[in-house]
């Protein structure tokens, strides 16, 4: 993968504004007039080095553009190239969630929540600032972008944000004790897997104290290659395990029919989905 930027040249010149003159309709959309779009465009693009040198040459042709060199941190995620595949995680963001929230020197664990833990309203519990709690949730939330083992953990502490309680931060807080001493896991995507598209899913039953509802659990392999996870607490209540597992397989399902539509549209054969 190759990162490029290109300049916008109508930055360089002198922008005189018909006051008669209407908005394009993409400016209306963004809320945004043509001046204050951004000065130049990074985009990646992931070919054959011979055509990705053909693609440059040509939007040489008509832009002012440069080449970045081997893309290696895009959006917070650290990419590494290797011959044998790609590697994804964040440890830099982990580092600076850390001294965000102060727990640079926090003791780490072992894993990212007890699993005795039966988490409810805790209506006797001290509460807590909330602001910083949502801020911590929506931090780490992003962090699931290549952390699928604190997806789980994480939703849960997220349904406590209106009024959390020192027991739901202390919840939050093992997290990222989690993290610091696992900061190097990331999603590894082996080059020349095959495209099977296999789905998992799970479910427990009444996990939830508060409304009695369970949650689903589900993670799509493209090959070998972890492309999808996902946790979510069902809306109704189911009454038996069976009828839980049966939510989760079927969102389980849905994500897999989208999931071999997208490939498709990308001309992508699947060789097998299950």
Not at 163 to 175: C, N, Q
């Amino acid at each position: 993968m190759e990162k490029l930027q290109i300049e916008d040249r109508r930055q360089q010149e002198e922008v005189v504004e018909d006051p008669k003159k209407e908005e394009s309709p993409l400016a209306q959309v963004q809320g945004e007039s043509s001046q204050d779009l951004p000065k130049d465009w990074k985009f990646v693009i992931n070919h054959p080095q011979d055509q990705i040198i053909e693609f440059s040459k040509c939007m040489h042709s008509e832009f002012e553009m440069s080449m970045m060199g081997e893309l290696n941190f895009f959006l917070g995620l650290q990419i590494k190239q290797l011959k044998e595949g790609t590697f994804i995680n964040q440890a830099k963001y982990i580092r600076d969630l850390l001294k965000r929230f102060n727990m640079e020197e926090a003791k780490t664990m072992k894993t990212p929540m007890s699993s005795s833990i039966k988490f409810d309203m805790d209506k006797k519990g001290k509460p807590v600032n909330s602001t910083m709690y949502r801020g911590m949730i929506g931090s780490l939330l992003y962090l699931t972008a290549s952390r699928p083992d604190i997806m789980y953990n994480l939703c849960l502490c997220a349904r406590f944000q209106s009024f959390p309680k020192e027991s739901h931060l202390s919840a939050v807080k093992r997290i990222l004790r989690y993290l610091k001493g696992t900061m190097d896991i990331g999603l590894w995507y082996p080059k020349g897997d095959n495209f099977e598209l296999i789905g998992y899913s799970d479910a427990d039953f009444a996990g939830c104290k508060v409304e009695r509802k369970s949650t689903s659990g589900t993670c799509h392999f493209l090959g070998h290659s972890l492309v999808s996870w996902h946790s979510k607490k069902q809306n109704s209540v189911a009454l038996s395990t069976a009828e839980a597992e049966y939510i989760a397989a079927s969102l389980c399902c849905a994500q897999i029919l989208w999931m071999k539509q997208t490939l498709t549209d990308f001309n992508l054969i699947l060789s097998m989905f299950l």
